[in-house]
């Protein structure tokens, strides 16, 4: 995790933010639920844990903590390096942590690739080490923090990120600048989009349109003070399209073609990091002002992060832009369980635009 938020022993007034937990696809805010003091930090920073495992104690400043330390479930906790708190009450390890971080994703793989969870991983590029020579100890071999800090306290030999590689046959050398672990976000991006492609035969069907009707209803809107764009008008279109061609509209699941009845348009908007994918719900029941509204909203909430779960689910049909970065065409991957995305591609100088169908 980036920020922290709560240190040990620190009182906090309800609502207050306790720490950031990092998924799949987003981060979220963890709130406390009651006025108190964050008595014990369970799971270290950057610790990989199952969701409903206790991550601390809140409680009151003078509160017996054993039958808080009672009700926690050790065996969640017994893969997490760092913090334990006994049934006595008091903590073992460190306790100077002051945000927790859970990644699901960053788990040991079937690929053999070395996973560590976000904190370990900042931790060994800060120290130049390579994490393929730390000893694990975190949940289905994910090496944690504390493995980082524990192999360079020892003087392990683990390596450097950054070296020469031995020559080629040809005589050049590669040397590594920098050496980059993904996110949570990331990996969950590869390992779908990769999985999709390998599994769903692509086939993109591009087509030139001409934009000039578009661009003419864009600039009236704004004369008449109303804010329409481009890519709502295509949003719209895309619905009403989609009610004429409903086997588009549709899921594969469990080896079923799911036809939907709501066209629900998922926009991929670019994140740092990553990449997320909003979806407006029943685009065919609402005008383009509409559809422009909503979108902004969405819009915002994911590029100031705070967007939930609820704003991304829900999608029969993806709409990828990338007209805005000045690409022309290009072969959009599917996003399942949905069958088909739409890939847009700029307005051209000549007054057309490239429309690929995946």
């Known amino acids: 995790m980036e920020r922290g938020t709560v240190d040990e022993g620190e009182s906090v007034a309800a609502d207050d933010v306790l720490c950031v937990v990092e998924s799949e696809k987003t981060t979220a805010d963890v709130e406390a639920r009651e006025a108190g003091v964050l008595r014990r930090i369970v799971v270290p920073e950057g610790g990989v844990v199952e969701p409903g495992t206790a991550i601390g104690i809140l409680a009151g400043p003078d509160d017996e903590l054993a039958p808080y330390a009672a009700r926690i479930d050790d ?24 945000a927790v971080g859970s990644d699901p994703n960053s788990g040991a793989s079937a690929g053999g690739e070395v996973r560590a969870s976000p904190g370990a991983r900042r931790a060994a590029e800060e120290a130049g080490v390579d994490l393929a020579g730390i000893d694990d100890s975190g949940p289905q071999g994910v090496i ?126 670019d994140v740092d990091g990553g990449l997320v994918t909003p979806v407006l719900g029943d685009v065919r029941s609402k005008s383009a002002e509409a559809v422009n509204r909503e979108r902004s909203v969405l819009t915002e909430r994911v590029h100031s992060g705070e967007f939930t779960m609820d704003d991304l689910g829900g999608g029969t049909f993806t709409v990828s832009n990338l007209g805005l970065f000045g690409v022309d065409h290009f072969d959009p991957v599917i996003d399942p369980p949905q069958v088909t995305i739409l890939g847009v591609g700029r307005v051209r100088d000549d007054g057309r635009m490239t429309l690929s169908l995946s």
């Open 144 to 269: 944690t923090e504390a493995d980082v800090e524990r192999a360079i306290e020892a003087g392990a030999e683990v390596g450097t990120r950054a070296g020469t590689a031995a020559p080629a046959s040809g005589g050049a050398e590669r040397t590594v600048v920098e050496a980059r672990g993904l996110s949570g976000m990331q990996r969950t991006i590869a390992e779908r989009l990769g999985g999709s492609y390998r599994e769903a035969v692509h086939v993109t069907l591009g087509r030139e349109y001409d934009a000039t009707t578009p661009r003419a209803v864009t600039r009236a809107g704004t004369d008449a003070g109303v804010d329409v764009a481009l890519t709502d008008l295509l949003v719209k279109v895309v619905g009403e399209t989609l009610g004429e061609f409903p086997a588009f509209n549709a899921l594969f699941e469990d080896g079923e073609h799911r036809l939907i009845e709501e066209v629900n348009v998922g926009l991929a908007v």
């Open 75 to 98: 065996t969640a906790l017994d893969a997490v390096a760092g913090d334990r708190v006994d049934r006595g009450g008091t903590a073992t390890g460190d306790c100077s942590a002051s």
